[in-house]
């Protein structure tokens, strides 16, 4: 495939209970990097696991202070691959797109304190030059570059969960899509594609939507790891070792924990008293 000349430089972020984080989550990232690699017009410059909040309350949800605990230790090999606390400390559940929202400001302001401090060092540069009567070409800086623009990462479960009713505001879904983007791992026995044509928002911005498939079939789930350890089962080389260790010293994960908010209506479906399927 021909590469462009120009590509947009892209942060990959995924949200979820990673609970716990497995080696599927992380081979999300490394799927995503390399369609969008592939494509020639992205450059994917970081990527970020966000956890969700206690206040989420999902049935059979631990607390954050472990499951962020267990991501740092999941992504300890990764030179790109980060976890940001922001999301789960919050007192309250925060909307995906909110999330999306600060880590795209985060990346404006990081860039205009950047911008501020080029623009300082190329005046002093400037003075020295003068003073010392040298035309010296600066090479040192380049014209700022365009904002690097936030993906949300997710699988096949969480982009068809957009059409469930009172789970997602419509203003929320079509601003995650128009503009943000969404890049979604497909799984075995999904249709996505028929789901995206089905909604009147999704398909509208369909080339916004990027569909990554998984050749090597992987259908590790966190549901499935939970289900393995209450039965007394290995979970080994389902998730990294050093998490496999860490859920060990702990003690997570048994027939308690998961009736953890059971009866329990979920933070989006409490808080959107009206909703619609796309």
């Known amino acids: 495939m021909e590469k462009s000349n120009k590509t947009e430089d892209v942060v990959l972020l995924a949200t979820g209970s990673f609970n716990p984080i497995t080696v599927m989550h992380l081979r999300l990232f490394e799927l995503a990097r390399d369609y969008l690699h592939e494509t020639g017009k992205y450059r994917v410059i970081k990527g970020i696991i966000s956890p969700v909040s206690d206040e989420y309350k999902k049935k059979g949800l631990i607390e954050a202070s472990h ?35 600060h880590h795209q400001q ?52 969480m982009l068809e969960s957009l059409g469930t009713s ?77 998490v496999v260790e860490y859920i060990k010293k702990h003690e997570l994960y048994n027939e308690d924990t998961e009736e953890k908010n059971a009866g329990i209506l979920l933070a989006p479906l409490a808080r959107n008293t009206k909703g619609s399927v796309l």
């Open 67 to 101: 499951r962020l605990a267990m991501a740092n230790l999941a992504i300890e090999s990764s030179d790109w691959v980060q976890v940001d606390s922001w999301e789960c400390s919050q007192k309250e559940w925060i909307e995906t797109v909110l999330v999306l929202r």
């Open 106 to 157: 985060k990346l404006a302001e990081a860039q205009s304190v950047w911008t501020s401090e080029t623009v300082s060092l190329k005046k002093v540069l400037k003075r020295k030059r003068e003073k010392t009567y040298q035309e010296v070409p600066d090479h040192s800086f380049k014209k700022n570059k365009a904002l690097p623009k936030v993906m949300l990462l997710c699988g096949a479960d």
């Open 166 to 242: 009172n789970l997602w505001k419509r203003e929320h879904v079509a601003e995650i899509v128009s503009t943000f983007g969404v890049i979604c791992i497909t799984r075995c026995g999904s249709n996505v594609r028929n789901f995206i044509y089905e909604s009147d928002i999704l398909w509208k911005h369909k080339h916004n939507i990027h569909l990554v498939e998984e050749w090597v079939v992987n259908d590790i789930s966190s549901t499935k790891i939970r289900r393995a350890l209450r039965r007394g089962m290995s979970i080994r080389y389902l998730v990294p070792d050093s």
